[in-house]
């Protein structure tokens, strides 16, 4: 059996099997408590929301022939049908329009389920990886958050606080730089937090005139090294606008490694592709980067990830 000597380091530093007990399927969810939804509803004052979602359509960011497909749009009904007769049996001009979507749950802004990633055949609190099936994820679905994400957020904006338009492509975000760009939003990580890491990496990207260069290649993000501090701190979730959150390539004997550990041993929620120029601009107008979040998946049943529309609120 293949294993990562990064992540057999960490596995009992940050692992939280069996903390909420053995039937948890929540992870750093239930670090969401009542009160810190409480503390986080009174950091709302004027009212102001922004989204971070990117558009869904089929310009999204998949690559062609991935199996990640991009959001299709399709009508079902429409005007036209409806004034060409199609429709029939109508009277006075009434009709009505329906349309459908295909899409993979993981093209665009999406949590990652803990099911989502496996380690040694295992995924979170010990379960088995073939617990995953054609029919579905049997534990760990995304759906089991459905009610919960609804936090204190906090923006990490590193091209502001260290100087750049955006992160170079592979640059490895150190504890020491999360802690200074907390210290210039004059604030600190709170346990429940989601923790929102722009990198100016998808900027970079829709500069360029595309997303040619945005999935599958190398993007700035934390190293493995970084999760004892998410960990000590209790973070609920961390999301990003790069295409897999971790700094890539992660110097690993595996890809992906920081999904490997935090996903199956903290059962850490990771959210990707979130969009957050709009939100950057809009704390640095307010001088001021914490807000209520509120990101709830959509409630597919057993599946190992979501789209989501997560709003920030002031």
Not at 131 to 154: C, F, Q
Not at 183 to 210: C, H, Q, S, V
Request: with cysteine; net charge negative.
């Amino acid at each position: 059996m293949g294993s990562d000597r990064s992540v057999d380091a960490l596995r009992d530093r940050i692992s939280n099997w069996g903390r909420w007990g053995k039937d948890d399927e929540l992870g750093t969810v239930n670090l969401i408590t009542e009160s810190v939804r409480r503390a986080a509803g009174k950091l709302v004052q004027t009212g102001e929301t922004v989204s971070l979602a990117l558009p869904l359509n089929r310009q999204g960011l998949q690559r062609a022939g991935d199996q990640r497909l991009n959001p299709q749009h399709i009508m079902l009904q429409t005007g036209t049908d409806l004034k060409a007769g199609v429709q029939p049996g109508q009277v006075g001009g009434w009709g009505y329009a329906d349309d459908m979507v295909a899409m993979a749950l993981q093209a665009a802004t999406h949590w990652d389920s803990l099911a989502h990633a496996f380690y040694e055949y295992r995924m979170y609190n010990d379960r088995r990886c073939d617990l995953v099936t054609s029919n579905g994820a049997e534990r760990n679905s995304i759906d089991k958050m459905s009610d919960r994400i609804v936090t204190r957020g906090v923006l990490l904006d590193f091209p502001l606080v260290l100087g750049h338009e955006h992160l170079p492509m592979d640059y490895r975000i150190s504890t020491t730089e999360i802690e200074a760009v907390l210290e210039a939003a004059g604030t600190e990580a709170r346990p429940g937090d989601i923790l929102l890491f722009r990198t100016g990496n998808m900027k970079r990207a829709r500069a360029n005139g595309g997303w040619d260069d945005y999935s599958y290649t190398d993007e700035p993000g934390i190293g493995i090294e970084s999760l004892p501090w998410l960990h000590e701190r209790d973070i609920a979730a961390v999301a990003c606008d790069t295409w897999a959150f971790e700094c890539l390539p992660g110097g690993s004997d595996i890809w992906l490694p920081v999904h490997a550990a935090a996903i199956v041993y903290m059962g850490l929620l990771i959210g990707e592709n979130f969009f957050l120029d709009g939100l950057a601009a809009a704390c640095e107008r307010k001088r001021r980067w914490e807000f209520l979040i509120a990101a709830p998946p959509l409630p597919f049943t057993k599946a190992v990830g979501s789209p989501v529309n997560p709003l920030a609120v002031f």
